[in-house]
């Protein structure tokens, strides 16, 4: 008799499920809780920020492949995108809005298929210089070809075309945002599955020990050259769902300070982690519509977190929240509560100050026609005297003293708490 076969099943991942499901409700309910136009507004460019922004990270954080001219993709896409939606309403294209994304995926996949295939013959600094000269030669001749581009006016379009399907006709902002929703799982479902597979893995080898990688007889540079251009067509869905939710399409979506917001935000979000450039997308939506609306200085701001966070937390956001994760994990988290207090406030009075005296400059430099006094943070301020300066100028002295101080002593007690983890990981091993 034949022996009968054995099957092997691998264990159910119930937690990768339960996130998964965590965040296909958070899609689905989000512009349930948050009804405003703004509030669905935003959500909406959260969603496509968090496909750019993976799709950015497939360079940076899983490649090591440092890009400042990665807007091209998106810009292309957002592009292409819109001449295929106007094409669509004239009738010359019979292609339903859904899926006019899938157009910028292909010019984006195009796009760096043609560009990245040079870009990717270097890697380090060369890699980056390359990106920026070519996103900087994209842009100027884009701008040379206004039957393309539109000009300086750019190119609109009309996203309510044709027949409605089952009442869907993506006129309302909630209808739009359930289209970037879809998309947004979808594709956050195919870049994570891309790291789990052997090109995802060869490319962190790539990015790791490329010396070795060769050695063992792998290209590096194709390995480069397929990240890119999937890359470049995560970039370019982004981009043709940015067409579709703002109806225009101009230069700026090519400039190099929409490369730069990628790298920053994913940096910000944590470039080393999966989830982080999503957080690092919400972070850019929030900065960009309601920092900026609040003063005029957001982008010093900006520039001053980011500084503390590459000082402090240069793996971003989402490795302080698994490095706090972990410690938790332990049943240790409470022992460092008073010491979160003692930063937070610290830092807070020194946040206060600083802010307080940029406002006051900004107000003598932008707003001196208004008279000497300001409104900030419900009190009014005389930047002509100087009491308020004084009085900034001592929030931050001794903010920045104490924080300082309470630095030192928490740095001390996480060493202690890491110790304390690593005796007891040998402990259960040894078990």
Known sequence: MSKAKEFHFKPLNVGRWFIWGLFAVVLLVAPRIWTSGLAQTMLTQMGIGVIACLAYNILLGQGGMLSFGHAVYSGMGAFLAIHALNMAGAGTLGLPVSLVPLVGGFAGLVCAALLGYVSTKKAGTPFAMITLGIGELVFALALMLPEFSGGEGGVSSNRVIGQPVMGITFGPQIQVYYLVAAYCFVCTAAMFALTRTPLGRMLNAVRDNPERVEFVGYNTHWVRFMAFTISGFFAGVAGGLGAINTE????????????????????????????????????????????????????????????????????????????????????????????????????????????????????????????????????????????????????????????????????????????????????????
């Not at 690092?280 to 609306?293: D, H, K, Y």
């Not at 009014?380 to 104490?402: E, Q, Y």
């Open 248 to 431: 225009i399409v101009n230069g700026e979506v090519l400039h190099a300070t929409r490369s730069g917001a990628y790298l920053l935000f994913t940096f910000l979000g944590g470039a080393t982690f999966f989830f982080g450039p999503i957080i690092g997308a919400v972070l850019m939506v929030i900065c960009g519509v309601l920092l900026s609306e609040l003063t005029k200085a957001w982008l010093l701001y900006l520039g001053l977190i980011f500084l503390f966070m590459v000082m402090y937390a240069p793996g971003g956001f989402a490795s302080l929240i698994l490095m706090n994760l972990r410690v938790a994990a332990f049943g240790k988290l409470k022992k460092l509560w008073t010491s979160y207090l003692a930063l937070a406030g610290t830092a807070l009075a020194a946040l206060v100050g600083a802010a307080t005296m940029i406002e006051m400059v900004y107000h003598r430099q932008l707003n001196e026609a208004l008279g000497p006094e300001l409104r900030f943070m419900g009190a009014t301020l005389n930047s002509a005297g100087l009491d308020a300066w004084f009085g900034a100028g001592f929030l931050i002295v001794v903010g920045a003293a104490l924080f300082e101080l309470v630095r030192r002593q928490y740095v001390h007690e996480w060493g202690e708490i890491q110790e304390d983890i690593e005796k007891e990981i040998k402990r259960r091993e040894a078990l």
